[in-house]
């Protein structure tokens, strides 16, 4: 009797063997070869579920975002406006070491997404979510009566976003400079203002 596989986990499984190569290897050392040699699969077998190396990338990019937005959704269950919104980037901000392999995830998909129609439009629609969802935190927040400056809700969601993409960054780049602690302060110091 010939063996089933199931191809939604073979495909799950390449993906997490990806995140952990790229995070040790780097974008330039997750080949497919690597990559085939640490899931345990010749080096052609990868071809039925990911054809090229872009294709993976673009799985590992999801793969990052659907766990971050598990994470948001159990972290802001029962929480609404700034309370909320506040939960909501700490789950995104790389303060420990799960997120920061995430981060070196996302800033490879992001040079990729530059120049390929597709993934920038996979970016897109991802931060598309993510706005509405900001948004409306905030406007809950607003009716709540927690936010009262008059900055319009858009600037407050790209700032947001800015800062925390950014983080992404320099968490990767400057580990030792730019803590968890002081990701926070700096989130908490512009929620404040508001």
């Given amino acids: 009797m010939p063996k089933v596989v199931d191809h939604d986990a073979r495909r799950l499984e390449l993906v997490k063997v990806t995140w952990r190569v790229i995070a040790r290897e780097g974008i330039d050392g997750a080949t497919m070869r690597e990559i085939a040699t640490r899931a345990g699969f010749a080096n052609g077998a990868l071809k039925p579920y990911f054809a090229s190396k872009d294709q993976l990338l673009a799985a590992a990019f999801q793969h ?13 269950t029962g929480l609404r406006g700034l309370e909320a919104l506040r939960a909501f980037c700490h ?12 981060a070196r995830i996302v800033i490879p998909f992001w040079q990729k997404a530059l120049t390929d129609p597709e ?8 931060m598309n979510q993510w706005r509405e969802q900001m948004r409306r935190y905030l406007q809950q927040a607003r009716d709540d009566g927690d936010i009262t400056q008059p900055v319009e809700d858009i600037q407050i969601v790209r700032h947001l976003l800015s800062t925390m993409m950014g983080a992404q960054i320099m968490a990767v780049l400057y580990p030792a ?8 302060e700096a989130l908490d110091a512009y929620l404040g203002m508001l």
């Fill in 64 to 76: 990052v975002f659907n766990l971050t937005n598990e994470r948001t959704e159990r972290r802001t």
């Fill in 91 to 102: 789950e995104v901000l790389p303060l420990d070491e799960q997120r920061i392999l995430e």
């Fill in 119 to 126: 993934k920038a439009q996979q970016h897109e629609q991802d």
């Fill in 177 to 184: 400079e730019f803590s968890p602690s002081q990701q926070v």
